[in-house]
């Protein structure tokens, strides 16, 4: 399946970019999480994350769809 997954924050700048289109057997956002994580090095753990998918926060066991928008979301602090 191909996904579109939006990145941002500390995950952006991890990955070296904002967005990207991937293809993968990946069924829950958790299974692409981990996949995207070690392919970027990304070290924050899901726990500490928010996922949505299609502009809807989910459970990060919420099943994924062909050419379904996966947002991984990491804390933010502003002042």
């Known amino acids: 399946m191909n996904y579109r997954l939006l990145y941002f924050a500390s995950l952006a700048d991890r990955a070296g970019r904002s967005e990207e289109t991937r293809t993968s057997n990946a069924r ?4 692409l999480y981990t ?3 070690a392919a970027h090095g990304f070290t924050m753990s899901a726990d500490r994350l928010r996922v949505a998918v299609n ?7 919420h099943p994924l769809a062909d050419r379904d928008e996966v947002v991984f979301v990491p804390p933010v602090s502003g002042g």
Do not use: H, K, Q
């Open 55 to 61: 502009d809807t926060l989910v459970g990060w066991e």
């Open 28 to 31: 829950t956002p958790r299974e």
């Open 35 to 37: 996949e995207v994580a």
